[in-house]
């Protein structure tokens, strides 16, 4: 099946610790982008890539760190800077120019 | 002043309700527009486009007023499985980051 994966579903931080989320595509899309949801509120672009090794900072990139190094895979860790973590990470992929595309999240906890 | 407004809700209406949801964008360069539903704890699934003055699919119909700047989403005959948030995006064709979502309107369906 052709779709967006993400994992883990839950991932849990503790103080101090850098933690890593996956996204993985296979619709050959060029575009991904990830976005953080808080609790009753809309999407905020964290980082984006329109191509392989190349991406740019969102609206909230502070905290964040992300790598393009495969087509398919756009990873975004989230460092021990992000003082808030806790929220419901979004990875989405499209073609350029279409609308996009949603992974299933990653909800992150900090303990 | 957020690029796209919508008004957050909730609405609760009885099954086999009409309602309609409306958003407001700021960015005049926006060339197309999207109504995503999100359920609870999951992630945005695209509902319909709409690229000239408007769209209807089944039950949804959804306008657009650019001299107003000004989307709407209208649905018919309510069910209980419409229950969710809608998320009304803006595209700007040309744009890396391609869309800017609002917030979401929340819509209950009562049995």
């Known amino acids: 099946d052709g779709g967006i994966t993400q994992s883990p579903k839950y991932l849990f931080r503790k103080e101090g610790q850098n933690v890593t989320l996956s996204c993985e595509q296979n619709?050959?899309?060029?575009?991904m982008y990830w976005y953080r949801q808080d609790p009753g509120q809309g999407l905020r672009l964290i980082y984006y890539?329109?191509?392989?090794?190349?991406?740019q900072k969102g609206d909230i990139a502070e905290g964040y760190s992300v790598s393009r190094e495969k087509k398919e895979s756009f990873p975004l860790t989230v460092t021990s800077a992000q003082k808030n973590p806790t929220a419901f990470y979004l990875c989405?992929?499209?073609?350029?120019?279409?609308?996009?595309?949603f992974g299933p999240g990653t909800r992150l906890l900090v303990l | 002043r957020k690029e796209v407004e919508q008004d957050p809700g909730p609405f609760n209406v009885p099954e086999g309700a009409t309602v309609a949801f409306n958003c407001t964008y700021s960015n005049s360069a926006s060339q197309s527009f999207f109504w995503y539903r999100q359920d609870c704890r999951k992630e945005p699934k695209l509902l319909m486009s709409?690229?000239?003055s408007g769209n209807e699919d089944g039950r949804f119909t959804a306008q657009l007023n650019r001299a107003s700047q000004y989307i709407s989403l209208l649905i018919r005959d309510s069910k209980l499985s419409d229950s969710a948030t809608y998320l009304c995006?803006?595209?700007?064709?040309?744009?890396?980051?391609?869309?800017?979502f609002g917030s979401g309107t929340q819509l209950t369906v009562l049995p």
């Open positions: 890539s329109q191509i392989v090794n190349d991406f």
């Open positions: 989405a992929s499209s073609k350029a120019g279409e609308t996009q595309y």
């Open positions: 709409v690229y000239s």
């Open positions: 619709l050959n899309h060029d575009a």
């Open positions: 995006v803006a595209y700007i064709s040309g744009s890396a980051r391609q869309l800017t």
